[in-house]
């Protein structure tokens, strides 16, 4: 499995194939753009220049962010996203490679308390470790009713409509089949 900054690398990679512009290119770009909020340069990113949420996300972040390459021990997304919830993070972290096997191409979007996962077209879930004992999943599943362990997701979230809380390695079992139908139904 690759780590977060192999992943981010990867990424940086591909910016000139997937965009059109090197990643240099694109702090330059910005640079003259004139934008200093995150939201406005992501929205500007998609919206005037067809990049997708994953890269824009990325570049936007390393754009308001020039320091970030010094410090690697503060790039771990994941450890940032598990502070104070440790105890947890084994359920995280399986939770995670079940969305890096789905098949399809998979967006890893990180946010403040959690991350935000897309299809090509758009979110169709959110890993959140919730507490010290609990992650939650969330998935979109229009018309779909909830069974089992996959629960509506009420007022949890309104960007999902379901929600799957996690204590146990054990009740990832079987997952992959509603997070798999999740991605299909958002592409």
């Not at 330059?28 to 996300?57: D, P, R």
């Not at 570049?59 to 947890?88: M, R, V």
């Not at 599943?141 to 996690?166: C, D, F, Y």
């Amino acid at each position: 499995m690759a780590t977060v900054d192999e992943m981010t690398q990867t990424m940086i990679n591909n910016l000139p194939e997937k965009t059109g512009k090197s990643f240099e290119e694109w702090l330059m770009h910005l640079k003259t753009a004139g934008l200093e909020k995150h939201g406005e340069i992501v929205k500007y990113l998609k919206s005037e220049h067809n990049v997708t949420h994953g890269f824009a996300n990325l570049i936007t972040h390393y754009f308001l962010n020039p320091s970030i390459e010094e410090k690697k021990e503060d790039n771990d997304l994941d450890a940032g996203l598990l502070l104070g919830k440790e105890p947890i993070s084994e359920v995280f972290f399986k939770a995670k490679s079940i969305f890096e096997g789905l098949k399809g191409e998979v967006e890893f979007a990180y946010k403040k308390a959690y991350i935000s996962l897309r299809t090509p077209k758009k979110q169709f879930a959110i890993l959140q470790p919730s507490t010290k004992d609990r992650v939650d999943i969330g998935l979109n599943l229009k018309g779909v009713e909830p069974e089992g362990i996959v629960q509506a997701a009420g007022s949890w979230n309104a960007m999902v409509t379901h929600r799957i809380k996690l204590a146990t390695i054990e009740e990832l079992d079987g997952l992959e089949t509603w997070i798999q139908r999740a991605y299909d139904e958002n592409c």
